[in-house]
Structure formats: C-alpha cells, structure tokens
C-alpha cells in the first residue's frame, strides 16, 4: 500500500518561512520523480516544484530563488525548504509520486495546510 505523509504546514507570518517533508512508503522511492504542488481555495491545483530521481530540479516561477526542494532517499523523504513566505503562498500543499512518463498513475498525499498571514 501506497502512503504520502505530508508534514510541516501551519500558521507563518509573511517573511517567515517552513520546510515541508513527505514520507513515503509502499514505493521504490529513489526511483521516483517526487513532486510538491499546491491548491488554493478556487484555484486548480499547481506544481511548485518537483524533483527527479537523478536530483534535478525544477521550479514554478512564483517561488523561484524562495524554495527549495531536497530529496533523502535513504530516509524514502521529500522537502520543500519555503523561505520569504508571502500571503499569496497560502494553500494546501501535497506531495506527489510518480514515475517519469508515468504522471498520471502517480500517487498523491493527503496535503498539509500553509497559511501566510499576519
């Protein structure tokens, strides 16, 4: 069985930051492209940042040079380092697992709560 534990979400004010993680089991994580996206309320779902299983990165250019992802495969994890948080970063944030040229049998996690406010 597939699992996505996202942890790290709450309450920030703006300028602060977070780090997300997800923890994934049931997969051969290192294998894996591993992604963050984020759903704001009436807005559809985005890519923040996703990262492959060679470790190259790829960023939305909203949060380019503010996030960073980061993956440890020996801990089967995936980060997401949020620094300068602004209002508009306010969402659900989920972690997403798939293999490349596979996107649409990936996995989803059940999102954690970022909420920029001061």
């Known amino acids: 069985q597939v699992q996505l534990v996202e942890s790290g979400g709450g309450l920030v004010q703006p300028g602060g930051s977070l780090k997300l993680s997800c923890a994934a089991s049931g997969i051969v994580f290192r294998v894996y492209v591993m992604g963050w996206y984020r759903q704001a309320p009436g807005k559809q779902r985005e890519l923040v940042a996703d990262?492959?299983?060679?470790?190259?990165?790829n960023y939305a250019d909203s949060v380019k040079g503010r996030f960073t992802i980061s993956r440890d495969n020996a801990k089967n994890t995936v980060y997401l380092q949020m620094n300068s948080l602004k209002p508009e970063d306010t969402a659900v944030y989920y972690c997403?697992?798939?293999?490349?040229?596979?996107?649409?049998?990936?996995?989803w996690g059940q999102g954690t709560q970022v909420t920029v406010s001061s």
């Open positions: 997403n697992a798939y293999i490349s040229g596979f996107q649409s049998s990936g996995f």
């Open positions: 990262i492959t299983s060679g470790g190259t990165t």
